[in-house]
């Protein structure tokens, strides 16, 4: 099957997603259970106790709002194509670079131009084998490059996480597992000295108004 992207450079791919899972414990025979001690009847209850009566009947009390009908759960996404594999690139960034929700991130496939992206879960079926991924968001330039080789099997849906960065000139982050958005410690010096300087400047008016 051909492959619209064309072969990826050599690099080499990142571990695939998962963690060894240890086995568990061998665990020797149950221990004898004690037989329960018979019990004898039930002593009568005393004169003058009230008789318990049976249980109310199930259902909601009067005047009690009923529920609506529960919501309905979306479909799951069906599988890649025969012979085919997919890669779900889930694109996202920090709230401090709120601005972002403007522009759109794209996908560059062995090199060749791929689709304009959404922020979120984006599917992208693609033939068996290693492939070059790389995201950057168009923004007043192409900002937040990052790259991985992903291997892909005929069947196989393989998540990939790309996060954009905090800085604008700070690369971005991509891999199997969800990634910190790169440069945040710069940016929230900015924000917050930013806020600092606007409320210093605040209170310069108001000490220079109260002093009039």
């Known amino acids: 099957m051909t492959n619209p992207y064309g072969q990826p450079p050599g690099q080499q791919p990142y571990s695939p997603q998962g963690y060894p899972q240890p086995g568990y ?5 149950m221990p004898a259970q004690q037989p329960y001690p018979q019990s004898g009847p039930m ?13 109310p009947q199930q259902g909601a009390p009067q005047g009690y709002p009923q529920a609506g009908p529960p919501a309905q ?14 890669v779900l690139i889930d694109c996202s960034h920090h709230w401090v670079v709120w601005a972002l929700m403007l522009f759109k991130p794209q996908v560059t496939i062995n090199g060749q131009p791929g689709p ?7 599917p992208i079926d693609l033939p068996p084998g290693q492939h070059q991924i790389q995201v950057h968001v168009n923004y007043l330039w192409k900002l937040g490059h990052a790259t991985a080789v ?9 998540e990939v996480y790309y996060k954009a960065p905090a800085f604008p000139f700070s690369n971005g982050a991509i891999g199997p597992t969800p ?3 790169p440069g945040l410690g710069i940016a929230y010096g900015i924000f917050f000295g930013s806020i ?3 409320v210093l400047m605040l209170l310069i008016m108001i000490i220079s108004l109260a002093s009039m």
Do not use: E
């Open 150 to 158: 992903i291997p892909l099997n005929v069947g196989q849906q393989q």
């Open 25 to 29: 414990p061998q665990s020797g025979p």
């Open 179 to 181: 990634q910190d958005p």
């Open 116 to 122: 304009i992206l959404k922020w979120g879960m984006n």
């Open 196 to 198: 600092g300087v606007c």
């Open 73 to 86: 759960m979306q479909p799951p996404m069906p599988p890649p194509p025969p012979g085919m594999a997919r």
């Open 43 to 55: 002593p009568a209850a005393p004169q003058g106790y009230p008789q318990q009566g049976g249980y």
